[in-house]
């Protein structure tokens, strides 16, 4: 098939990736019935990610990391109709846009009450997937992503978002903002919002995806980019567009952390190495959002 343009290519690799064609039962189904012209490049990225997600050292986007424990400092109330994780006590906030695994996994809390301690803030976390999250316990997690988001499209959440954060607006002096992997879209979606940014004082993203080159030059408040070394969702070519954009206006900061992958943050694995890392990117995020308190 011929390969239009780089533009189509990642277009038609993101429908893949994310099983975002309308009405396509499976991922196979989309490239094999689907009336467009699926490009080569899109069909053999889409190709080699799948084979070698299973064999990949680092975390991935399906990938839950090396287990963890903690014991939970917070609660659970509903928020604007949303079943959300609390904790700490502040007169500021910080609100978690979580991956995949959504509010309750243990992972996410260990890192709410982290930032509740590290910056005395009130942290929540709300339940964006209405109690239907991947579960890190399931096999052929891979395999599951595209049914899954299709019935958790981004657009939903930034819904969800949008009320959450214009519920809790009158009871903190500032709100920040931080996604993870898919939870980063909805933190763009919310400071390129024409009324909501003003809402939100600064925000972060840690290896994000779903993000396009366009919301580079709608973003309208300050960002913290906890950037991967070797990330298949956020690649050179998009980073690059958002460190130009940003760094010319003063509204971003990126830090890159050595040996770590896509997902480190959130779900490291055991590594020594990796976890040096996502400690020091932990410690990052809260030295930026005391900053901006």
């Known amino acids: 098939m011929l390969v239009v343009s780089e533009k189509q290519d990642l277009i038609h690799f993101r429908r893949i990736m ?13 490239l094999f019935n689907s009336s467009d012209n699926i490009p080569r490049f899109a069909y053999s990225l889409y190709l080699n990610l799948k084979r070698n ?11 839950p990391g090396a287990k963890q424990i903690h014991q939970a400092q917070g609660h659970e109330q509903v928020i604007a109709g949303v079943n959300t994780y609390k904790t700490g006590q502040g007169k500021s906030a910080i609100v978690i846009f979580t991956d995949i695994f959504g509010y309750s996994f243990i992972n996410v809390r260990k890192l709410a009450d982290s930032f509740a301690q590290g910056c005395q803030t009130t942290v929540f976390i709300p339940d964006y997937f209405n109690g239907d999250p991947m579960d890190p316990n399931e096999p052929n997690l891979w395999d599951l992503l595209p049914g899954w988001l299709k019935k958790h499209p981004t657009t939903d959440a930034c819904d969800i978002a949008d009320r959450f954060i214009s519920t809790i607006k009158g009871d903190y002096e500032s709100i920040q903002v931080i996604g993870f992997c898919y939870g980063a879209k909805v933190v763009v979606h919310l ?6 940014s003003s809402l939100v004082k600064a925000s972060v993203v840690a290896h994000p995806s779903f993000l396009v080159k366009e919301e580079a030059k709608q973003i309208r408040r300050p960002i913290l980019f906890l950037c991967a070394e070797n990330d298949t969702l956020f690649i050179p070519d998009l980073r ?13 900061t990126f830090i890159e952390y050595p040996g770590t992958s896509h997902g480190f943050v959130v779900r490291p694995d055991d590594s020594q190495q990796v976890n040096q890392q996502k400690d020091k990117a932990v410690q990052d995020a809260i030295h930026f959002f005391k900053k901006n308190l």
Not at 18 to 30: K, L, M, Q, S, T
Not at 54 to 63: A, I, L, Q
Not at 191 to 196: A, D, Q
């Open 18 to 30: 994310f099983g975002i064609y309308d009405g396509e039962p499976a991922v196979e189904d989309i």
């Open 240 to 252: 690059q567009e958002f460190e130009k954009e940003l760094n010319s206006n003063g509204l971003g």
């Open 191 to 196: 400071i390129t919002h024409p009324e909501l």
């Open 53 to 63: 997600i299973k064999t990949m050292s680092s975390p991935c986007c399906v990938d």
